[in-house]
């Protein structure tokens, strides 16, 4: 069996008297692309900021690396590795390209040298060249790919082992969408990033994603390899835009 890099077991979580996540469970192992499916208010981003750090009111067990991190605050976790870009991406509008990557370290610091990250936020120039040549245009003046670029930029300068995106293709137009989805699996290939990927756009999802699962109304519904996920009717129906008819 492959190592995990993240056992989460038999999560319920409640905004006040609602539960809206019932006993899930999920694993990502090392070097994966996982892809988490589901309608709206299925419970997606709120598994995601269990897993994070930032849904509190929870029961159950998230294991990070090995370690119980359940009840460890957001803030430490990323230090521990795992960074987060939400949905609608909350880069700092007011501060320049440079300075919202630059703070995508800061935690790091001193620890790592000022001329290392310098170094780092060069390669995340490398790799999204459009961040470089806008590198002091104020982030909140960028595109919604942009932005999305950006997001993803600052979360790499934490050195994450691993990755959650949510919702990084929302409000982008096709294109800027696929792109930025082939831009996660690049980013697998050449950092070895693990990622848990929350998609909207499912058939995008599947066909960078190594496995799936389905949330439907706080319960898992379906988990598999993504090329058997695609191919399963509830989902064809469901999320890819096939209707099935019988006989
Ligand atoms: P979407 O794809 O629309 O973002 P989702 O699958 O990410 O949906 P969540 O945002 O996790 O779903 O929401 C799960 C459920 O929790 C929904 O019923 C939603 O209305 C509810 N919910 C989310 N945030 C809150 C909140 N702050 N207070 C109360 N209920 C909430």
């Excluded at 697998?188 to 990622?195: D, F, I, L, P």
């Excluded at 190594?210 to 519904?221: I, K, S």
Aim: charged residues 20%.
């Amino acid at each position: 069996m492959k190592k995990a890099i993240l056992e989460v077991e038999n999560i319920t979580a409640r905004y006040g008297p609602v539960e809206v996540l019932h006993g899930v469970n999920l694993r990502v192992n090392e070097g994966e692309i996982v892809c988490l499916l589901g309608s709206n208010g299925a419970g997606k981003t709120t598994l995601l900021n269990c897993i994070c750090g930032l849904h509190e009111d929870k029961q159950g067990s998230v294991r990070f690396r090995g370690e119980e991190i359940a009840h460890v605050p957001a803030e430490l976790i990323v230090g521990r590795g795992m960074a987060h870009v939400p949905e609608r991406r909350q880069i700092f509008s007011t501060l320049t390209v440079e300075d919202n990557l630059w703070l995508g370290a800061s935690h790091r610091m001193p620890k790592t040298s000022r001329k290392e990250i310098a170094a780092e936020i060069e390669a995340v120039y490398q790799r999204f060249p459009i961040l470089g040549e806008r590198k002091w245009q104020l982030g909140g003046t960028l595109s919604g790919g942009q932005q999305q670029m950006l997001a993803i930029g600052r979360a790499l300068l934490s050195r994450p082992q691993l990755l959650l995106l949510d919702e990084p293709s929302l409000g982008l137009a096709p294109l800027i969408a696929r792109e930025i989805l082939q831009i996660v699996q690049e980013i697998r290939a050449e950092w070895g990033t693990t990622v848990l990927l929350v998609e909207q756009n499912a058939r995008a999802a599947l066909a960078i994603s190594d496995r799936a699962y389905v949330l439907n109304t706080g319960m898992m519904m379906l988990e598999g390899k993504a090329e058997e996920i695609s191919k399963d009717p509830r989902v064809q129906s469901a999320y890819l835009g096939y209707s099935h008819t019988a006989g």
